[in-house]
């Protein structure tokens, strides 16, 4: 990533000006989805851009201009960019529970922990999950990407990309209560201290 960085840097772009366009590509393809539905495609377009989201943190550290509020845009535009793809997908294959249980589990990771920092200083480090951003992510390019190749019966009352949105959003509901318990524990811990 420090490489690829050197031409940002070199042309002036920030590190927030980076992450503001990883946004805009993720909503161009989203909207462009339902026009040429290629799961596989959309797979490969989003993985390329979700990557490129790491481009903003490079040029960040080289030109030390890490914020506070660098690191707070880069997880809000990471949840909008989640957002856009769910949509595309809901719109695209009316998979609007399975995108909405997707979501919601989603953003249910996110504030669980981020809630709990409220109360209590937390170390990231300590907190690994199944199903956190990247991993989120993988499945779901991985999941699209490999679509035209698993055979799915179209008897089936369900699609594959039903079940794979369904799958996913399970998983990170279930990452979402494993962060819930940890911080109980954690905070009626140090509340008996």
Same mark, same amino acid.
């Given at each position: 990533?420090d490489?690829?960085?050197r031409?940002?840097i070199a042309l002036?772009?920030s590190?927030?000006q980076i992450?503001?366009?990883?946004?805009l &590509?993720?909503l161009?393809?989203?909207?462009?989805?339902?026009?040429?539905?290629n799961?596989?495609?959309?797979g490969?377009?989003?993985?390329?851009i979700?990557?490129?989201?790491?481009l903003?943190?490079?040029v960040a550290?080289?030109?030390n201009?890490?914020?506070s509020f660098g690191g707070?845009?880069?997880a809000?535009?990471?949840?909008?960019?989640?957002?856009?793809?769910c949509?595309?997908?809901?719109?695209?294959h009316?998979?609007?529970? #399975?995108?909405f249980?997707l979501?919601?589990?989603?953003?249910l990771?996110?504030?669980?922990?981020a809630?709990?920092?409220? #109360?209590?200083?937390?170390?990231n480090?300590?907190?690994p999950?199944?199903?956190?951003?990247?991993e989120?992510? &993988?499945a779901?390019c991985?999941?699209?990407?490999?679509?035209p190749?698993?055979?799915?019966? #179209?008897?089936w009352?369900?699609s594959?990309?039903?079940?794979?949105? &369904?799958?996913?959003?399970l998983?990170?509901?279930?990452?979402?209560?494993?962060r819930?318990?940890?911080?109980k524990?954690l905070?009626?811990?140090?509340?008996? #201290?």
């Open positions: 990533w490489r690829l960085a031409l940002p002036g772009i590190a927030n992450t503001l366009l990883g946004c &590509l993720m161009g393809v989203s909207i462009s989805y339902p026009y040429w539905q799961p596989m495609g959309f490969i377009a989003i993985l390329i979700f990557a490129f989201d790491s903003d943190g490079a550290r080289m030109t201009t890490q914020s707070y845009l880069d809000i535009i990471d949840r909008y960019q989640e957002l856009f793809v949509a595309a997908l809901a719109y695209t009316d998979l609007w529970i #399975e995108a249980i979501l919601s589990g989603s953003y990771v996110s504030y669980t922990k809630r709990t920092a409220i #109360e209590h200083p937390i170390d480090v300590a907190w999950d199944l199903m956190e951003r990247l989120r992510v &993988l779901l991985a999941g699209l990407i490999a679509a190749f698993i055979p799915w019966p #179209e008897s009352s369900f594959y990309l039903s079940t794979l949105l &369904l799958t996913i959003g998983l990170t509901h279930a990452t979402a209560i494993q819930f318990y940890r911080a524990k905070l009626t811990h140090n509340e008996r #201290e």
